[in-house]
């Protein structure tokens, strides 16, 4: 890949967007947009940098009475023929516009251009967020350097449309295991077939009435579903085992070993076997300073119906919301987009709480 041509934070975030979208960073792959990160914000002196594998740390170091955290994903799903960028009237599109280079271009805008807030900020550029939490940048720092997360507030720039969105739902994934016993299929009243096992299982996913509570005045819609199937041996065997995995995202008012203990009641008598999972997070809006963000920023926040790193910082002790200029529901699409004039309004808004 030739040398990227050295970001200019100095212009405006619409062009910062489209220029990051062109340096390739797919997760596991994100090292030439984090030296080219790096390399800009490194200099300025009212910041100290630190790199961490892939991801980049800027502090401001003012003595304000309260430091805010803004963190971005810099990494991207596999590219679908849609880098480089390309504008079409307000459009900006390229994989990454959304979810979040938008983001990101903002959050290295404040931090070039704001070299004195009016709070101490921690700017957070990390990696491998679209793929296992094992590798995510983010719960390395967790993990390994949580003195440079520490803050009163954080606010991540995930994709929401320009609209504040609280917390985030938890997430887990099961198997849920149909034993029976193998025979030729020619003969098959002397074997019980696994598959034909797991109707009831299915049954009861077409049965189930999702939660919808209401979580520190924000409304949530919980969901149960099955994402997978698989059963079979050979063409001519009744099949001895059928696995249906299933997905449930639960409102953060439930820890993740109560959605575990949900999800075995709901398949009781069946084998459950649990294979990732992570919590949700509380919205956090009645803390000070997550209240002066929802008033300097306007609307109205809504739930985040999905999980996001905002449940990292969460178990860290720091409230938390997700806002960013991308549309959550372009995520990941090859045609995927962002309104250029609300990476520049987010920006604005953004300016005005720390400004």
């Known amino acids: 890949?030739?040398?990227?041509?050295?970001?200019?934070?100095?212009g405006d975030v619409r062009a910062l967007t489209a220029a990051l979208v062109d340096i390739e960073s797919v997760s596991g792959?994100?090292?030439a947009l984090a030296d080219a990160i790096e390399a800009v914000l490194a200099p300025l002196p009212h910041l100290t940098v630190v790199r961490d594998g892939e991801a980049v740390v800027a502090r401001t170091g003012l003595g304000r009475a309260q430091r805010v955290v803004v963190a971005g994903h810099i990494d991207t799903v596999p590219l679908a023929g849609n880098v480089p960028s390309r504008v079409e009237?307000?459009?900006?599109?390229?994989?990454?516009?959304?979810?979040?280079?938008?983001g990101v271009a903002i959050a290295?805008?404040?931090?070039?251009g704001l070299p004195s807030p009016s709070r101490d900020v921690t700017y957070v550029f990390y990696d491998c967020e679209e793929i296992e939490l094992a590798r995510n940048g983010l719960?390395?720092?967790?993990?390994?350097?949580?003195?440079?997360?520490?803050?009163?507030?954080?606010?991540?720039?995930?994709?929401?449309?320009g609209?504040?969105?609280g917390g985030c739902q938890g997430t887990l994934r099961a198997q849920v295991v149909a034993r029976g016993k193998r025979a030729h299929s020619a003969r098959s009243w002397h074997g019980v077939n696994a598959v034909h096992a797991v109707a009831p299982v299915l049954a009861r996913l077409n049965a189930y009435e999702a939660r919808e509570p209401v979580v520190d005045g924000l409304a949530y819609h919980e969901g149960l579903n099955a994402v997978g199937i698989a059963g079979g041996v050979a063409g001519n065997v009744i099949p001895d085992e059928c696995v249906v995995t299933v997905n449930y995202r639960f409102a953060p008012d439930r820890s993740l070993?109560?959605?575990?203990?949900?999800?075995?009641e709901i398949f009781d008598g069946y084998e459950v076997r649990f294979t990732d999972g992570a919590a949700g997070a509380r919205p956090g809006l009645t803390h000070p300073v997550a209240a002066a963000f929802a008033e300097a920023i306007g609307g109205t926040p809504r739930a985040k119906l999905g999980w996001t790193d905002v449940s990292l910082f969460s178990g860290l002790g720091i409230p938390a919301v997700n806002y960013g200029p991308g549309d959550p529901n372009l995520a990941h699409q090859q045609g995927e987009y962002a309104s250029l004039a609300k990476i520049a309004d987010c920006e604005r808004r953004m300016l005005a709480w720390l400004g």
């Not at 290295?108 to 070039?112: T, Y």
């Open 257 to 264: 070993e109560q959605a575990r203990d949900h999800v075995r």
């Open 139 to 161: 719960a390395r720092l967790a993990r390994t350097r949580p003195e440079l997360l520490a803050g009163d507030f954080a606010v991540l720039m995930e994709p929401t449309d």
């Open 108 to 112: 290295l805008k404040l931090a070039a």
């Open 89 to 102: 009237g307000d459009l900006l599109y390229g994989c990454g516009t959304s979810d979040m280079k938008s």
């Open 163 to 165: 609209e504040i969105e």
């Open 29 to 31: 792959d994100e090292k």
């Open 1 to 10: 890949m030739p040398e990227a041509t050295p970001l200019d934070l100095t």
